[in-house]
C-alpha cells in the first residue's frame, strides 16, 4: 500500500507518499481500506518532530479516518468486512490501509456522505469526552470555545447548541458569520476584542460555566477570569505555550476547577469507553442532522504537504480531508 511517511522532521515538504507494507489485524483489531483521513494540529506537530506517536501506534500520521472494513482480526465480532465505517486512530490514518483496534470504530452515521465522516472522530471524541463527560455541560449553562473555526471548534459550538448551552467563540472575524449559523450565540474577535469583558458582557457579569482551551499557558489567567463560579476550565492544547502563572487565590474565589487532557495517548480501553459514549449519545444527534461534519475541502493524499500548509495558516473553517480515491 502507499501511506505519507516522515523521513526526516521538517516541514510541510517531509511528507512523501510512499510504498510501504501493508497492515496485518492483530488480536481485536481490523483493516480499514481507507478513502479519507483528516488533518489535524497534532499531525502538524508530529511532522515537525514534535509529537510522537505513542508506543506501538503506526509511524504514519493521521488520527481519524473513514472507509470500508477489509479484513478482520481474531476475536472480532460485531462488525462485517464491507462495512462502512470511521475511527479514532492513534495513527496511521494518512494511509490507503490503516489497523484499528475494533472498539474504536464508529458505523458511518445515517446521512452523513462517507467520506465526509473521516471529520468526525477525533473531534466527537475529544470534544464529548471533555466537554460533556469531565466538564459536565448541561442546558443554560455558557460554554466557550476557543478557536471557533477549528475542527474542534466547528464541532463544539454545534455540540454545545444541540445541547441547549449558550456557546460563546473566539476566532477570526471572517470566521464569525460560518460560526453563528453553527450555532454560536456570539462571537469574539480575538485580535481586536478582550474575550474576559465580552464574557462578561453577554453573560451579565456571571461569565462562562465551561471553557475549552486550546492555548494553554498565554490564556490561563484570562480563562480563570472569564469563568462563572463553579466554573470548568478544560484545556487541550498548548498553541500558547506549556507553563504559565495562576492565581491560586482567584481560582478558590470562584471554586473553579481546571483540567487537561489528551486523547492519543490514552489506553485501548478507555479510547474504547469514549467511543462507545460518542455512539450512544453523539451520533444520534448526527443523526436528526442537529451535527454535521464541517469539511473546508478535500485533498488527494498524495497533496497532504499543501494541506498542511493550508493548516498552518489556521484560514480554513472546520477540516480539511485527505482522500485515496
Request: hydrophobic share 45%.
Amino acid at each position: 500500500m502507499r501511506a505519507i511517511t516522515i523521513p526526516e522532521p521538517g516541514g510541510p515538504e517531509a511528507l512523501v507518499w510512499s510504498e510501504v507494507p501493508d497492515p496485518e489485524p492483530g488480536p481485536g483489531e481490523v483493516v480499514v481500506h481507507v478513502r479519507a483521513s483528516a488533518v489535524n494540529r497534532a499531525d502538524l506537530l508530529q511532522r515537525q518532530g514534535h509529537y510522537p506517536p505513542p508506543p506501538g501506534a503506526s509511524a504514519y500520521p493521521g488520527l481519524e479516518c473513514a472507509g470500508v472494513i477489509g479484513a478482520l482480526g481474531p476475536d472480532v465480532t460485531g462488525w462485517r468486512v464491507g462495512q462502512e465505517v470511521c475511527a479514532l486512530l492513534a495513527g496511521g490514518g494518512y494511509a490507503e490501509r490503516v489497523a484499528v483496534p475494533a472498539g474504536q470504530l464508529l458505523p458511518v452515521p445515517a446521512g452523513v456522505d462517507p467520506v465526509d465522516a473521516a471529520a468526525l472522530p477525533e473531534v466527537a471524541c475529544t470534544v464529548w469526552s471533555n466537554v460533556v463527560r469531565l466538564a459536565g455541560l448541561g442546558a443554560g449553562e455558557t460554554l466557550l470555545v476557543h478557536g471557533g473555526g477549528s475542527g474542534i471548534g466547528t464541532f463544539a459550538i454545534q455540540l454545545g447548541a444541540a445541547l441547549g448551552a449558550t456557546v460563546v467563540v473566539t476566532a477570526r472575524k471572517t470566521k464569525h458569520q460560518v460560526l453563528r449559523e453553527l450555532g454560536a450565540a456570539h462571537t469574539v474577535d480575538y485580535r481586536e476584542q478582550d474575550f474576559v469583558e465580552e464574557v462578561r458582557r453577554v453573560t451579565e457579569g456571571r461569565g462562562a460555566d465551561v471553557i475549552l482551551d486550546i492555548m494553554g499557558a498565554s490564556y490561563l489567567g484570562r480563562n480563570v477570569a472569564a469563568l462563572a463560579t463553579g466554573g470548568r476550565l478544560v484545556v487541550i492544547g498548548l498553541q500558547g505555550g506549556r507553563k504559565g502563572e495562576l492565581d491560586l487565590g482567584a481560582l478558590l474565589a470562584k471554586r473553579g476547577t481546571i483540567a487537561a487532557t489528551a486523547l492519543r495517548s490514552r489506553p485501548v480501553a478507555e479510547k474504547a469507553e469514549i467511543v462507545r459514549g460518542v455512539r450512544e449519545q453523539v451520533w444520534p444527534l448526527i443523526e436528526a442532522g442537529r451535527i454535521r461534519p464541517i469539511v473546508d475541502r478535500r485533498l488527494p493524499m498524495s497533496r497532504a504537504a499543501e494541506a498542511h500548509q493550508l493548516c498552518e495558516t489556521s484560514e480554513h473553517v472546520g477540516k480539511v480531508l485527505l482522500t485515496t480515491g
